[in-house]
């Protein structure tokens, strides 16, 4: 079956460390991968993807995120957290034949503390 | 761009009453999708379309859900009759083709009474 896992349901940094938070994925295929920030009473709102090419994906607000084929794994990271990048992540994939639909992880809360 | 607008923002009601929802996605979007998040079950999926025809509607809970999208502006989620159970954030969200990212609203606070 299909699925993604955001291992950790919160992740706390101290503001101006570095921060990871993951994403590993199950699906047929070659996957499209996508990260997006919630802020609070707010939509969802889309931070990067994968679909391609190079590993290493580059996206708003200084985030990139790292596909490893390997370890089926999409982690998002920073290297250095501002207090403001505290919201809810997720983590969301596509199977290239799963008819548009995408799945979701559960969301993971980042903290970040001044 | 203006972005996926939603309305309303919050509604509250009471348990038996009709609740409509209304999108309005990006000009040029052709694909519509309909989200319904509540903690117990994260985010899910009630329907989509592309072009303005409903092409998977297996997330509609049940038959008190329907959807329509008369036109490429325009989308509403109907609940009749509704429920305490259906109490939750209902966003609609749009998207330019199969690969590109989807865009949401801000969604609607539903409260059922």
């Given at each position: 079956a299909q699925s993604v896992a955001q291992p950790e349901d919160q992740v706390n940094v101290a503001e101006g460390n570095p921060l990871t938070v993951k994403c590993t994925y199950s699906v047929s295929g070659n996957p499209y991968l996508f990260w997006y920030v919630q802020y609070p009473n707010r939509g969802l709102q889309f931070l990067l993807k994968y679909?391609?090419?190079?590993n290493l994906v580059k996206g708003s607000y200084g985030f990139e995120a790292e596909f490893n084929k390997s370890q089926t794994s999409f982690h998002l990271k920073k290297p250095s957290a501002l207090v403001s990048d505290s919201a809810l992540y997720f983590c969301a994939v596509r199977a290239p034949?799963?008819?548009y639909q995408l799945i979701w992880g559960a969301g993971t809360k980042l903290i970040i503390k001044p | 761009d203006a972005g996926v607008i939603q309305s309303p923002r919050h509604e509250v009601t009471e348990m038996g009453q009709e609740v409509t929802l209304r999108c309005k996605p990006i000009s040029g979007h052709d694909y519509l999708f309909w989200y319904r998040q509540t903690m117990m079950r994260g985010l899910e999926l009630l329907i989509y379309f592309n072009n303005n025809v409903?092409?998977?509607?297996?997330?509609?809970?049940?038959?008190?859900f329907s959807a329509k999208m008369p036109n490429a502006s325009f989308s509403t989620l109907k609940i009749?009759?509704?429920?305490?159970?259906?109490s939750a954030v209902y966003f609609c969200a749009s998207s330019q083709g199969t690969t590109q990212p989807q865009h949401f609203g801000d969604g609607t606070r539903l409260s059922i009474l």
């Open positions: 679909i391609t090419g190079d034949d799963s008819n | 409903p092409i998977d509607d297996s997330g509609m809970p049940e038959d008190r009749q009759p509704s429920e305490p159970r259906d």
